[in-house]
């Protein structure tokens, strides 16, 4: 079967990044307090790996662009 992880997440807001953090293989777990935005970097993976979404909150709706490395069988893609 096919398999692919994200290895990098990047937002940008007026081109400079906002949100950049490398992902290891495996699980990995993603920890804050109570609105330090765990909801929205899962928000904003399910969209870069394809998911539409139009409900963002307010900080998330000024980013510009959400950029991601996925490693594939095949090699790195950057989406």
Known sequence: YSQFHIKRLRVMQGGDPVYDQTFH?????????????????????????G??????KSVAANCDEVQAEIGTASGLLTV
């Open 25 to 49: 293989t495996g699980v990995n777990i993603i920890r804050g307090e109570n609105g330090s935005g765990k909801s929205t970097i899962a928000d904003f993976i399910f969209y870069v790996l």
């Open 51 to 56: 998911g539409e979404f139009d409900n963002w």
